[in-house]
């Protein structure tokens, strides 16, 4: 069974412009999860989607956002990028087998803002 | 509040057991998570265990859960340089509690160190 794959492995981007992040999930896992990964904040909770809706939101700003197509695979934008949002995201999907909420991780998408 | 703690570093030489802990906050946790993160990659589901038990081993792995003291350790036997990574340790969050964590609150993840 293939992993959770993600790409692009590496974005460079100036501040200002807007990036996609694309993830798609371990065949038949219909949850899909992002987290913004950086040295000082460590793992920050960004969105979940599940069947095509976001079931839960962290906190971060409106600029970032996401969808779910009905494949399970998913996208994240920012928009208006910053500095600040230099870091590695990452995306995890899970099966949702009731009470055991195991994510599986792919490699990340690794965003540098200039 | 949620919280999970680690400590941020540990360093050992190859073939001693490493100890790495955790402490959670969250009582009604169904299952507690290692993950291990290596340079560049993306976590790895390293073990589990469920919150019914006490101990869980796998292979160089052992996972000791103290739900009185809310602590859960990982040992790792026979410690190799390919164990150098960081290791965070997670808990289930609550489904009835504040969504805007996610499924799974992390530590802040603790850098084992293996000196050959």
């Known amino acids: 069974k293939a992993g959770v794959t993600q790409t692009p492995r590496y974005l460079i981007k100036t501040r200002g412009q807007q990036v996609t992040l694309s993830c798609s999930p371990i065949s038949g896992h219909r949850s899909v999860s992002w987290y913004q990964q950086t040295p000082g904040q460590g793992l920050q909770f960004l969105f979940e989607?599940?069947?095509?809706?976001?079931?839960n939101k962290g906190n971060f700003p409106g600029r970032f956002s996401g969808r779910q197509f009905s494949n399970s695979r998913s996208e994240m934008n920012v928009s208006t990028l910053e500095l600040g949002d230099s870091a590695l995201y990452l995306c995890?999907?899970?099966?949702?087998?009731?009470?055991?909420?195991?994510?599986?991780f792919g490699s990340g998408t690794q965003l540098s803002v200039l | 509040g949620e919280d999970v703690e680690q400590s941020l570093f540990l360093s050992v030489r190859e073939g001693d057991s490493s100890v790495i802990n955790c402490t959670y906050t969250d009582s009604s946790s169904t299952y507690l998570y290692w993950y291990k993160q290596e340079p560049g990659a993306g976590l790895q589901l390293l073990t589990y265990?469920?919150?019914?038990?006490d101990m869980k081993q796998d292979q160089r792995l052992t996972v000791l859960l103290n739900k009185k003291d809310k602590h859960l350790s990982l040992r790792i036997a026979d410690t190799q340089t390919g164990d150098s990574a960081i290791y965070f340790c997670a808990e289930t969050l609550d489904s009835h509690g504040s969504s805007n964590t996610g499924k799974l609150i992390f530590g802040q993840g603790t850098t084992l160190q293996v000196k050959p």
């Open positions: 989607y599940f069947s095509e809706t976001q079931r």
């Open positions: 265990i469920f919150s019914n038990m």
């Open positions: 995890a999907s899970s099966p949702l087998s009731g009470g055991d909420e195991k994510l599986f």
